[in-house]
């Protein structure tokens, strides 16, 4: 691992514009569940019948009851851990430009990094369906369900749900991101959902270093990415910010 490491810092040492490729690997330390895959939400429920806009246009008050009351909760509860810290330092440095994330858990702003690209919305606001108003999720009353907007219409998350599409600023912007930048790290992300998936792609052939931090291998391993830190990242970027910091 420390040669992985060493080889890490090198590109980071040297790179004009680094950017970050999140999934929920990151926020499993922080006590988030992913979706898909062993322990996921998606092994428990039907995501279209409760994480779709159908369903939710059908009956908000179900899916908020069986989904959205309990995922607040969680986020609500939840603190960035040393991955988040790890990359917001790695933008304190310098060295990181932006953080392309597939999370709707708002952690990278709470640990400081200040350009975060959200492919699929966010969860730490709620949009009303009437009205188009947002409000912080933590101030919302959810005693009744659903909950209402002052204009009467029906709350939701700012996030995207199945069927809908994702915003077109942050597709353009994830693009842009991706060709500009020179070294991407992609962190605790399976790979395999687009078009997330085709960043690191789009990195790699305008000639980034795409380097992986993930306990598993990914359809990039090998193939887009440079080298993989197999662990996760609250194990990993703490150690690669150590190095890193040693050798300024």
């Not at 988030?32 to 994480?51: C, T, V």
């Not at 270093?209 to 090998?222: K, Q």
Request: hydrophobic share 45%; net charge neutral; with cysteine.
């Amino acid at each position: 691992m420390q040669e992985l490491i060493a080889r890490a810092v090198e590109r980071l040492r040297g790179a004009r514009r680094a950017v970050a490729l999140t999934g929920a690997g990151i926020s499993i330390a922080s006590g988030i569940p992913p979706f898909r895959g062993k322990g996921g939400l998606w092994e428990s429920y039907d995501p279209m019948e409760i994480a779709s806009i159908e369903a939710l246009l059908a009956d908000p008050a179900r899916v908020w009851k069986v989904l959205v009351k309990d995922l607040k909760a969680v986020i609500e509860r939840a603190r960035p851990n040393a991955g988040h810290l790890g990359l917001a330092r790695l933008e304190a440095l310098g060295i990181l430009a932006t953080v392309i994330t597939q999370n709707i858990d708002g952690l990278h702003q709470k640990a400081g990094n200040t350009d975060v690209i959200e492919f699929h919305g966010t969860f730490a606001w709620q949009r009303c369906m009437g009205c188009g108003a947002r409000i912080e999720t933590h101030r919302v009353d959810d005693s009744v369900l659903p909950p209402r907007c002052a204009c009467g219409g029906v709350l939701r998350p700012d996030a995207v749900f199945f069927g809908e599409m994702i915003p077109i600023e942050a597709l353009v912007r994830a693009r842009e991101a991706a060709e500009r930048c020179d070294v991407m790290l992609v962190v605790g992300t399976s790979a395999v959902v687009q078009p997330a998936a085709s960043v690191p792609v789009i990195a790699r052939q305008r000639g980034a270093a795409v380097i992986e931090i993930n306990p598993e291998p990914t359809p990039l391993t090998g193939v887009v990415s440079e080298l993989r830190l197999p662990a996760a990242a609250d194990e990993v970027l703490p150690l690669l910010l150590a190095e890193l910091e040693s050798r300024r």
